[in-house]
């Protein structure tokens, strides 16, 4: 039985579709490489100022069906294909035809390989670093089902930013998330800070499936204990009628109070809002968090001498 969205979006949560001509190309450019972005495939809310004013895309790597069922997702989920091992050098081609100063890189889950498609990762980032040396890779990787090694391949080729999301508090996480445990995500940013200990990490919480405000409290003072960076907090809109519904829409004053908790908490950067995605504004998030890590790191050398 498909439940209903019951209560009304509220006027802040609005966007207007503005297609202007550079989304356009992009979304050309992807077509024609074969490529998918996340921006399309989750519905973001943001793909029309992300494509078109800031000339920026999340691109999907690993195919486009996604071997999980989690209940807030649009993307397709079903047995993927084979892994095409030639879609590293495309994005990479297509971040350079684009002349990108910053890119995030994420996935579905492909449970039904070995590494969980670590390896396309390392030669995603490769191939970007080749051909755009200047480039910023930021990954937002999946959980490997909690295999150290497929983490290693990733981080060892040292991506500016390595992101992560718990998606939502531990209680909820049964409830929202499919074959994935709070726990798992959370040893998984405390694994990557133990493999390179100047690995900038971020994770990502959606509000309104049914968390309280001290959950969401305990979920940031989860995510600084194993020492994650940045942490972005929004809104979960339903994409369809097919994903849960909305049990609560947060105001923008309950979403700046967060940011403010967070940066309470030590982390370098937060964005919070009600259309804030992983991937929102990510180039200005990893500059921040850049520049703070890398002052915070000069401040413990010079301790240590």
Same mark, same amino acid.
């Given at each position: 039985?498909?439940?209903?969205?019951?209560?009304?979006?509220?006027?802040?949560?609005?966007?207007?579709?503005?297609?202007?001509?550079?989304?356009?190309?992009?979304?050309?450019?992807?077509?024609?490489?074969?490529?998918?972005?996340?921006?399309?495939?989750?519905?973001?809310?943001?793909?029309?100022?992300?494509?078109?004013?800031?000339?920026?895309?999340?691109?999907?790597?690993?195919?486009?069906?996604?071997?999980?069922?989690?209940?807030?997702?649009?993307?397709?989920?079903?047995?993927?294909?084979?892994?095409?091992?030639?879609?590293?050098?495309?994005?990479?081609?297509?971040?350079?035809?684009?002349?990108?100063?910053?890119?995030?890189?994420?996935?579905?889950?492909?449970?039904?390989?070995?590494?969980?498609?670590? /390896?396309?990762? +390392? $030669? #995603?980032?490769?191939?970007?670093? !080749?051909?755009?040396?200047?480039?910023?890779? %930021?990954? &937002?990787?999946?959980?490997?089902?909690?295999?150290?090694?497929?983490?290693?391949?990733?981080?060892?080729?040292?991506?500016?930013?390595?992101?992560?999301?718990?998606? /939502?508090?531990? +209680? $909820? #996480?049964?409830?929202?998330?499919? !074959?994935?445990?709070?726990?798992?995500?959370? %040893?998984? &940013?405390?694994?990557?800070?133990?493999?390179?200990?100047?690995?900038?990490?971020?994770?990502?919480?959606?509000?309104?499936?049914?968390?309280?405000?001290?959950?969401?409290?305990?979920?940031?003072?989860?995510?600084?204990?194993?020492?994650?960076?940045?942490?972005?907090?929004?809104?979960?809109?339903?994409?369809?009628?097919?994903?849960?519904?909305?049990?609560?829409?947060?105001?923008?004053?309950?979403?700046?109070?967060?940011?403010?908790?967070?940066?309470?908490?030590?982390?370098?950067?937060?964005?919070?809002?009600?259309?804030?995605?992983?991937?929102?504004?990510?180039?200005?998030?990893?500059?921040?968090?850049?520049?703070?890590?890398?002052?915070?790191?000069?401040?413990?050398?010079?301790?240590?001498?």
């Amino acid at each position: 039985m498909i439940e209903k969205e019951e209560l009304e979006k509220p006027q802040w949560l609005k966007v207007k579709a503005t297609q202007g001509p550079n989304y356009h190309r992009l979304k050309m450019m992807m077509r024609g490489e074969q490529l998918h972005t996340v921006c399309e495939e989750a519905h973001c809310p943001n793909i029309y100022e992300c494509w078109d004013r800031d000339k920026t895309a999340t691109f999907m790597i690993l195919g486009e069906t996604c071997t999980r069922n989690c209940r807030f997702c649009a993307v397709k989920s079903g047995h993927p294909g084979a892994l095409d091992w030639e879609e590293p050098e495309r994005v990479a081609q297509t971040v350079q035809k684009m002349d990108l100063d910053h890119v995030v890189i994420t996935s579905v889950d492909r449970d039904d390989v070995p590494d969980g498609g670590a /390896t396309i990762f +390392r $030669m #995603t980032i490769e191939a970007i670093r !080749r051909l755009s040396p200047h480039c910023q890779v %930021e990954v &937002l990787i999946p959980d490997f089902q909690g295999e150290a090694v497929a983490l290693q391949k990733v981080v060892e080729v040292h991506p500016e930013l390595l992101d992560h999301n718990v998606e /939502t508090v531990r +209680r $909820m #996480t049964p409830r929202v998330r499919s !074959r994935a445990t709070y726990e798992r995500s959370l %040893e998984l &940013l405390r694994t990557a800070k133990i493999i390179r200990r100047d690995q900038a990490t971020k994770s990502s919480i959606m509000l309104g499936v049914g968390e309280t405000w001290d959950e969401i409290l305990e979920t940031l003072d989860d995510l600084r204990a194993v020492n994650v960076d940045i942490v972005t907090i929004g809104q979960y809109l339903r994409p369809t009628s097919k994903q849960m519904p909305v049990a609560r829409f947060y105001t923008p004053e309950e979403f700046e109070k967060l940011r403010e908790e967070g940066i309470a908490r030590g982390f370098l950067h937060v964005e919070s809002g009600p259309l804030v995605r992983t991937s929102y504004h990510a180039a200005r998030q990893a500059r921040s968090a850049t520049a703070s890590f890398s002052s915070n790191e000069k401040v413990h050398e010079g301790k240590e001498v």
